[in-house]
Nanobody, 124 residues
Framework: QLQLVESGGGLVQPGGSLRLSCAAQ????????VGWFRQAPGKEREGLSC????????IYVDSEKERFTISRDNAKNTVYLHMNNLKPDDTAVYYC?????????????????WGQGTQVIVSS
């Protein structure tokens, strides 16, 4: 049984925006930290952002700090990744992951629960 389900990906033109959602089926996300990762074709999975259970958020890549925002809605048991001014280099499969230990890391270590990913394609 998948613990996390991502949605919100799709095809978008350069400069466009998307909001990705990470919804939990059983796991209480307000008890965990949640990270967003992405994997482009032929590349390793990279950490993008994380939000702790207390709501402290981090965007790991400087070039994305003005374009990406992470947020959570505990009532909906969902974490979001808001992406603006999308570029072709943002094309990738985006994953969310949860760490019951409550820590944020840029690496995949400690994230015990993963979603299946949602595809984002940025192209004109």
């Amino acid at each position: 049984q998948l613990q996390l389900v991502e949605s919100g990906g799709g095809l978008v033109q350069p400069g466009g925006s998307l909001r990705l959602s990470c919804a939990a089926q059983v796991l209480r996300l307000d008890y965990t930290s949640v990270g967003w990762f992405r994997q482009a074709p032929g590349k390793e999975r990279e950490g993008l952002s994380c939000i702790t259970k207390s709501g402290t958020s981090t965007i790991y890549v400087d070039s994305e700090k003005e374009r990406f925002t992470i947020s959570r809605d505990n009532a909906k048991n969902t974490v979001y990744l808001h992406m603006n001014n999308l570029k072709p280099d943002d094309t990738a499969v985006y994953y969310c992951a949860a760490d019951p230990g409550g820590l944020c890391r840029r690496t995949m270590t400690g994230y015990n629960y993963w979603g299946q990913g949602t595809q984002v394609i940025v192209s004109s």
